[in-house]
């Protein structure tokens, strides 16, 4: 098909090209200017402070807690938190601050907000798990009396936070009870024994029965209402102990009144250890820094032999002693308005082991440790005693006590090294060839101290040998002598004073002192010698100190109230 051509007129033309022209100039020439555009910026606002609901907490193991942390100021462009633990093993923290207690301990939990912090510490304690049940092995028990037995308590859950058990009795006249559930019968009777644990007891119910009295012919064959017993055995002398202190079930007889007579020699070495007689003696005083300026002794009077001994010339040979069961190592303990008469203790062998010591050590001698108005008369004694502070026949000689016709010959040795307390401190030596002590209580007041006249020694002798060795403790005081070792000042009640009368004293045997640097036997009580025998040796008086040296043969007497030798 043919197309035709359009014809445009040209007045139309003409005007499009006018247009058109305006239109080109106007998009290439601006007909006005345009300013440019400024833009403003928001500064951001910083954290000022952050602080905790809580500062410190205590929290059991697996309790938690929620910290809250509060973030100033509101409008901080920034207020995120970020929490922390010093130790996560004790406590940790969540991110929305829920605090966990792990395990006993301290921890520190700290809240930070961009570059301010605050802290909380939190303790955590272990969770306690309270007892639930407590049971005793047994619900009963039999025991005689001086015996033991043991409860068993068990505690449950095994895990409990307190698991200790507290032991108690209803009758401690009957039984007693260890704070580890032993039970020791004491006399016949019944208990209850309560083991208690947290909130949470059990009992046990102890039957003690009587102690069998063990049969002793000698004594238990005798004519009712005797007053004469006989042994002949070392078995019956420590039967004859038994009595005294109330053992093998037997009542305690003091034999006041009564005489238990030796019918021939006894052997008692084959007795492995004996055990000292009786005598339950009480020290007021027991400084021994102080007591022997001042000694204060009590005797117990229901276990101390109170009769007569009579040796009837006899022997008791073998006696050895080496534990520290008393204070006193000796045939008795103590001897209270006793007579021992007319006997020999021959082979003695005492030694206080160093082990045995548990305090400033301990005083032996062969027949007693305390005498108080006793008669010791006719009585020799030889061997070997060992200990801290020894003498031949007597520790301590108290009131009314009277030494006549004895001779000691016995081998002695004072040693510092049976000793083992603290070595700061030190321990006394006071020793003598008869007697370690002189303590006289009941002096009464008087304006003239020579009224009142104390005879102690009538014709006795020493032959032995008294060795004071100190190299191995130094002592505070040594106070040695072949008569005795010290006196002692009345009690301060009755602010007394006596003339101490020793009437023929032989003094033939020998003392020995090592390692004494120096070494003074300082004497303070008023002393009359009758007779006495000093083989050469003479009494010097220091004036220079106002303190009486008695070398050698006499011992340590008091210093304030003068020295007179006749």
Same mark, same amino acid.
């Given at each position: 098909m043919n197309k035709k051509s359009k014809i445009i007129p040209f /007045?139309? %033309?003409?005007?499009?090209?006018?247009?058109?022209?305006?239109?080109?100039?106007?998009?290439?020439?601006?007909?006005?200017?345009?300013?440019?555009?400024?833009?403003? /910026?928001?500064?951001?606002?910083?954290?000022?402070?952050?602080?905790?609901?809580?500062?410190?907490?205590? %929290?059991?193991?697996?309790?938690?807690? =929620?910290?809250?942390?509060?973030?100033?100021? #509101?409008?901080?462009?920034?207020?995120?938190?970020?929490?922390?633990?010093?130790? #996560?093993?004790?406590?940790?923290?969540?991110?929305?601050? %829920?605090?966990?207690?792990? *395990? !006993?301990?301290?921890?520190?939990?700290?809240?930070?907000?961009?570059?301010?912090?605050?802290?909380?510490?939190?303790?955590?304690?272990?969770?306690?798990?309270?007892?639930?049940?407590? @049971?005793?092995?047994?619900?009963?028990?039999?025991?005689?009396?001086? *015996?033991?037995?043991?409860?068993?308590?068990?505690?449950?859950? !095994?895990?409990?936070?307190?698991?200790?058990?507290?032991?108690?009795?209803? !009758?401690?006249?009957?039984?007693?009870?260890?704070?580890?559930?032993?039970?020791?019968?004491? @006399?016949?009777?019944?208990?209850?024994?309560? !083991? *208690?644990?947290?909130?949470?007891? #059990?009992?046990?119910?102890?039957?003690?029965?009587?102690?069998?009295?063990?049969?002793?012919?000698?004594?238990?064959?005798?004519? @009712?209402?005797?007053?004469?017993?006989?042994?002949?055995? #070392? @078995?019956?002398?420590?039967? +004859?102990?038994?009595?005294?202190?109330?053992?093998?079930?037997?009542?305690?007889?003091? +034999?006041?009144?009564?005489?238990? =007579?030796?019918?021939?020699?006894?052997?008692?070495?084959?007795?492995a250890e004996w055990r000292p007689i009786g005598g339950e003696v009480t020290f007021i005083t027991t400084d021994h820094e102080t007591v022997y300026d001042k000694i204060d002794i009590a005797i117990t009077p229901e276990k101390t032999f109170q009769g007569t001994l009579d040796g009837a010339t006899h022997s008791i040979s073998g006696l050895s002693v080496s534990k520290k069961d008393a204070k006193y190592g000796a045939f008795f303990v103590a001897l209270l308005n006793a007579t021992v008469k007319n006997i020999n203790f021959t082979n003695i062998n005492m030694a206080l082991s160093d082990a045995a010591s548990t305090d400033k050590g301990c005083d032996y001698a062969s027949v007693v440790g305390i005498a108080e108005n006793t008669k010791l008369t006719d009585i020799n004694v030889s061997g070997k005693i060992q200990s801290t502070r020894v003498a031949g026949i007597a520790y301590v000689v108290a009131d009314g006590t009277k030494l006549t016709n004895c001779v000691s010959s016995v081998t002695l040795i004072s040693k510092t090294k049976v000793y083992s307390e603290a070595p700061d401190k030190k321990v006394n030596i006071i020793s003598g060839g008869l007697v370690g002590q002189v303590a006289i209580e009941n002096a009464k007041t008087i304006a003239d101290k020579a009224k009142l006249e104390i005879e102690l020694f009538l014709n006795c002798e020493f032959n032995g040998t008294l060795t004071v060795d100190v190299s191995a403790v130094a002592p505070s005081w040594v106070w040695v002598g072949q008569l005795l070792g010290a006196t002692s000042y009345p009690s301060p009640a009755t602010n007394g004073y006596y003339t101490l009368v020793v009437n023929n004293f032989k003094a033939n045997g020998k003392l020995i002192i090592t390692d004494a640097d120096p070494l003074k036997l300082i004497t303070n009580m008023p002393i009359c010698f009758n007779g006495i025998d000093l083989k050469g040796a003479a009494v010097e008086v220091n004036t220079a100190n106002d303190h009486h040296d008695v070398h050698n043969k006499l011992g340590r007497i008091h210093k304030d109230l003068g020295l007179s030798v006749k």
């Open positions: /007045s139309i %033309l003409t005007m499009l090209l006018v247009v058109g022209s305006g239109v080109l100039s106007s998009c290439s020439t601006p007909s006005t200017s345009v300013e440019p555009t400024t833009t403003t /910026s928001i500064p951001d606002v910083e954290v000022s402070s952050v602080t905790l609901s809580e500062a410190k907490v205590s %929290l059991e193991e697996t309790a938690t807690k =929620q910290l809250t942390a509060t973030v100033l100021p #509101a409008t901080a462009t920034v207020k995120t938190v970020v929490w922390s633990s010093s130790d #996560a093993k004790i406590a940790t923290v969540s991110d929305a601050g %829920l605090v966990t207690a792990i *395990k !006993a301990g301290k921890a520190i939990i700290t809240a930070k907000a961009g570059t301010k912090t605050a802290t909380c510490e939190v303790t955590v304690t272990a969770k306690i798990i309270a007892v639930a049940s407590i @049971a005793l092995d047994h619900t009963a028990v039999s025991v005689e009396a001086g *015996k033991t037995a043991a409860l068993v308590a068990t505690v449950l859950p !095994a895990n409990a936070t307190d698991k200790s058990v507290t032991w108690t009795t209803s !009758a401690a006249a009957f039984a007693t009870v260890s704070d580890k559930g032993v039970v020791t019968g004491v @006399a016949a009777g019944e208990a209850t024994i309560t !083991a *208690k644990a947290g909130e949470k007891t #059990a009992t046990s119910v102890v039957t003690v029965t009587p102690i069998p009295v063990v049969p002793y012919d000698w004594y238990d064959k005798a004519d @009712a209402g005797a007053k004469v017993y006989t042994v002949s055995t #070392a @078995a019956h002398l420590i039967e +004859f102990g038994n009595i005294i202190s109330g053992l093998d079930g037997r009542n305690v007889d003091t +034999f006041a009144g009564k005489t238990v =007579q030796l019918a021939k020699d006894i052997d008692i070495s084959t007795v």
